[in-house]
C-alpha cells in the first residue's frame, strides 16, 4: 500500500454533476507516484525468486530491472485505490456502483492523470405512498371458461384407436416410417419409424399431410415435400391408421379424473379457477400501485444500475428461449426494449428501501426463518436441503432484502383506499 504524507497534495476537480453522475479530474503528484513505486519494489523483493539468489535476498536494481514494467503498473493499481478512497472522502461521497477510471494519463515527468466516474445514491423523497387510492378488479366465473376447460380435459383423456379399413382423412392420425431425400442421399434426420403424425395440424414438413391424404394402410407412397422452403422428396409407409376417441361427458368420466360425478368436477374446476382470478387480481392491484409509486417519484437512477438490471432481465429472457439462437444485434435491440422496465425496476428498489427506512422496516429473525423453513419444505433428500441453507447462508442479505421489500408493499396495500370494480 502506497504511504502518504500531509505535504503531499492531489488535484482534484469536478467536471460534471449530473443526476446520479459525478465526474472528476484527478492529477497524482509524481514524486507520489514515484514513492508508490518504491514500497512496490521493496514489496517484491520480498517474494520474488530470481536466479542465484534466495526468496527475498535479490538486490534492489535487479528486481528493478527484471520486473520494472510490472513493479509500476501493480504501484499504479495499489495507489489508484487510496487516491480513489481519498476523493470519495474528500467530495463526501456516497457510490452505489463501483466507480469507474477512465482516460488514465502516464508519463515521466508528468503527474498521473485520469478522470473519475462515480455514481451515487440518488436523493428520494417517498411521496404519495400513504392511503393511495387504486382500483382492484374482480373477477367472476365465466361458466363458458369451465366448459373450456372440460373439454380440454375430454381432449387430454382421449385414446387413439386404429381404424382397420379406411381411408385417411384430415381428422385422422397416422404412424408412418419415412425417408426424406435430396440429390438422391438422405438428409440428417431425415428417416424414421413409427413416426406419428396428427393430420389435423400444422406440420414441420411443409406438404406431408396433403401426401398422406386418402391413402391406406400398408400403402406406400412418394411425393415431393419442402423443409424449411427445400425441396425434398418424401418415401412413406403407411404403418397404421387412427382415430381419437373422446371420452363421454358423463359421471364415469369424472369418476377416472377422481371425482364422484361431472357436476363435482365442475365444482373444482371453479374453485380452481376463482383461485387463479383472485391471483390475477390481486398481481393487478400490485402492479398499479407500483405504477402510482413510480408517477408520483421520479428522480435520476444510477444508469450502471439500470445497465445491470437489463442485464440480469435479458438472461431471464434468453434462458427461456431453450438454445434458441439469437445474433447480437437482436440482443442488443431487445436490450434496448427492456431498459424502461429496468429503470422501473432500479427506481422502485430505491423508494422501497427508502420508505423501509423511514418507516423502520425490517426483515425479523423470525421471518428470515420461516423463509428458509418455507424453502425446505420443496426438498426431497439431505442433499437438497443443505443446498438451500448454503444458499441461504450466502445470500442472507439478499433474501431479507426481498423479505423487506415484500413487507413495505404490503404495509402500502394495507394502507390503500381500494375500490373495488366487478369485472
Request: hydrophobic share 35%; aromatic share 4%; glycine share 6%.
Amino acid at each position: 500500500m502506497a504511504i502518504w504524507t500531509p505535504t503531499q497534495k492531489l488535484k482534484t476537480t469536478k467536471l460534471e454533476e449530473k443526476g446520479t453522475l459525478r465526474r472528476y479530474k484527478v492529477e497524482v503528484p509524481e514524486d507520489k507516484l514515484e514513492e508508490a513505486a518504491q514500497n512496490m519494489l521493496v514489496r517484491m523483493q520480498l517474494t520474488v525468486r530470481l536466479p542465484g539468489f534466495r526468496q527475498g535476498k535479490a538486490p534492489l536494481e535487479m528486481v528493478k530491472r527484471q520486473l520494472g514494467d510490472r513493479v509500476r503498473a501493480e504501484a499504479v493499481e495499489d495507489l489508484l485505490k487510496q487516491v480513489i478512497g481519498d476523493v470519495i472522502k474528500e467530495q463526501d461521497l456516497r457510490p452505489i456502483t463501483m466507480p469507474e477510471v477512465k482516460d488514465l494519463h502516464l508519463q515521466n515527468g508528468k503527474p498521473l492523470s485520469f478522470e473519475l466516474q462515480v455514481e451515487v445514491a440518488p436523493n428520494v423523497d417517498p411521496k404519495g405512498y400513504k392511503g393511495i387510492s387504486v382500483t382492484k378488479n374482480e373477477y367472476a366465473v365465466d361458466e363458458k371458461d369451465i366448459d373450456e376447460r372440460v373439454k380440454q380435459l375430454q381432449e387430454g383423456n382421449a385414446r387413439l384407436e386404429a381404424v382397420e379399413d379406411g381411408v385417411i382423412a384430415e381428422n385422422h392420425y397416422v404412424v408412418i416410417n419415412f425417408e426424406l431425400t435430396r440429390d438422391g442421399k438422405t438428409i440428417e434426420g431425415g428417416s424414421g419409424k413409427g413416426e406419428l403424425v396428427d393430420m389435423s395440424s400444422e406440420q414441420t414438413i411443409d406438404g406431408l399431410t396433403q401426401g398422406l391424404l386418402g391413402a391406406k394402410r400398408g400403402d406406400e407412397k412418394e411425393f415431393e415435400v419442402k423443409i424449411e422452403k427445400k425441396d425434398t422428396h418424401a418415401k412413406v409407409k403407411i404403418v397404421e391408421v387412427k382415430n381419437k376417441i373422446i371420452p363421454a361427458l358423463d359421471d364415469d368420466f369424472a369418476k377416472d379424473l377422481g371425482f364422484d360425478t361431472l357436476d363435482a368436477l365442475k365444482e373444482k374446476l371453479r374453485e380452481i379457477v376463482k383461485g387463479e382470478n383472485e391471483r390475477k387480481s390481486d398481481h393487478e392491484l400490485q402492479r398499479e400501485i407500483e405504477e402510482k409509486l413510480l408517477s408520483d417519484n421520479k428522480f435520476d437512477v444510477p444508469a450502471r444500475m439500470v445497465d445491470q438490471q437489463a442485464d440480469y432481465m435479458l438472461q431471464r429472457i434468453t434462458g427461456r428461449l431453450n438454445g434458441q439462437k439469437i445474433s447480437e444485434k437482436e440482443l442488443a435491440d431487445l436490450k434496448e426494449k427492456i431498459r424502461p422496465d429496468a429503470e422501473k425496476s432500479v427506481r422502485m428498489q430505491f423508494i422501497i428501501s427508502e420508505i423501509a427506512h423511514r418507516d423502520k422496516v425490517e426483515a425479523t429473525d423470525e421471518e428470515f426463518q420461516a423463509e428458509l423453513e418455507q424453502a425446505l419444505e420443496g426438498t426431497e433428500n439431505d442433499a437438497q436441503k443443505k443446498e438451500v441453507r448454503e444458499t441461504f447462508a450466502k445470500r442472507e442479505n439478499d433474501i431479507r432484502a426481498a423479505l423487506r421489500e415484500r413487507k413495505v408493499l404490503k404495509s402500502i396495500r394495507d394502507a390503500a383506499k381500494i375500490k373495488t370494480v366487478k369485472v
